[in-house]
């Protein structure tokens, strides 16, 4: 589609991409707050200090401890798989110096 089409479907598609980007925004941010692992951590004190004063029953305790130390876990692999996924720092000069020769 041109210039002429694009701008005469401004109109319409305008909220749609605005829409759309506020989606993702959102994505993001969600993704970002269930990969925080301060927050998990701030969140397992909470649950100890609430069962220490006797606001949670053993087994409530029992139950979202587990599944606060699951997310913990699930962080620490997401991250590791980011990390194993770099390119460490010698595929780094690697792929520079091919493209450096590639340029010549």
């Known amino acids: 589609m041109g210039t002429i089409g694009t701008l005469l479907l401004l109109p319409v598609m305008a ?12 994505r993001d941010e969600a993704d970002a707050v269930l990969r925080d692992e301060g927050r998990a951590f701030a969140e397992l004190i909470d649950l100890s200090m609430r069962h ?9 305790y ?13 962080i620490r692999e997401y991250r590791h798989d980011l990390l194993r996924a ?10 520079a110096q091919q493209d450096e020769n590639e340029e010549e």
């Not at 770099?86 to 792929?95: G, H, N, S």
């Open 15 to 26: 909220p749609v991409w605005g829409f759309r980007f506020l989606l993702e925004r959102l």
């Open 52 to 60: 220490s004063v006797g606001q949670l029953s053993e087994e409530e």
């Open 62 to 74: 029992a139950q979202q401890e587990a599944e606060l130390l699951e997310r913990l876990n699930s």
């Open 86 to 95: 770099q390119p460490d720092e010698e595929e780094w000069l690697a792929y």
